[in-house]
């Protein structure tokens, strides 16, 4: 069946610098992408999403890129932060299907 | 506006019981998702609801029903409860019908079966 994965499992990053999580989706059909943001003890909130018409939006500190050609979503923030420390999802669907959900990435903050 | 709120948002049940647990959407929002999520499965899509039917349909076994009523508030229930089933149920709710719309997410109810 079609997938959402993630490259990387964990990721830490210095506090101010740059982060990159990314995403491979396999279902070429897909023409909306979400980036959630799951902190301990609450359920996922939204980041920011991309409609498969775009291949960049950006946002308050972060930026979600698409690659259609090679099925890649990535998501940037800028400036990390302690607060950015938690688990990111992406999420694709097409039309009126359900949203489908990558494994997760957890993203530590090193002050 | 106030968010999707789930009740409760802690139960402890034992094998072979049923449970129900209940969400009411974000203001205005029609369609509600429920999810699953456990350490090992990630966010598993269990059902849709818009407009009082059921519009999409995760892989579960027929023990996970669900409804919702005329306004917009949802419930799932969970029969003959296995230990499998402990996990955090998600309920995240929509404005529209169109799977394309932005959904929002409650807290979560957390189940531990023993």
């Known amino acids: 069946g079609e997938s959402v994965g993630l490259h990387l499992p964990t990721l830490s990053v210095q506090e101010g610098d740059n982060s990159i999580i990314n995403c491979a989706y396999s279902n070429s059909a897909s023409d909306y992408f979400i980036w959630y943001k799951q902190e301990s003890g609450k359920g996922p909130q939204f980041i920011i999403d991309?409609?498969?018409?775009?291949d960049k939006r950006q946002g308050q500190r972060v930026t979600v890129l698409l690659n259609k050609t090679v099925k890649h979503l990535s998501l940037q923030i800028a400036a990390t932060q302690p607060g950015d420390s938690a688990v990111y999802f992406c999420a694709e669907t097409f039309g009126n299907e359900k949203l489908t959900f990558g494994t997760g990435t957890r993203l530590t903050i090193i002050p | 506006k106030a968010g999707v709120t789930q009740t409760p948002r802690y139960l402890i049940k034992t094998r072979g019981q049923q449970v129900t647990l209940s969400c009411s959407p974000i203001?205005?929002?029609?369609?509600v998702s429920w999810y699953q999520q456990t350490p090992g499965q990630g966010l598993q899509f269990l059902f849709e609801y818009f407009s009082e039917t059921q519009r999409n349909k995760g892989n579960f076994p027929g023990r996970f029903s669900g409804r919702q009523f005329s306004n917009s508030r949802s419930e799932m229930n969970v029969s003959t409860l296995e230990l499998g089933d402990s996990a955090l149920y998600l309920c995240?709710?929509?404005?529209?019908?169109?799977?394309?719309?932005?959904?929002?997410f409650g807290p979560g109810t957390r189940l531990t079966v023993l």
């Open positions: 995240a709710s929509t404005p529209g019908a169109r799977g394309t719309d932005t959904q929002y």
């Open positions: 991309i409609r498969s018409n775009m």
């Open positions: 203001s205005g929002h029609r369609s």
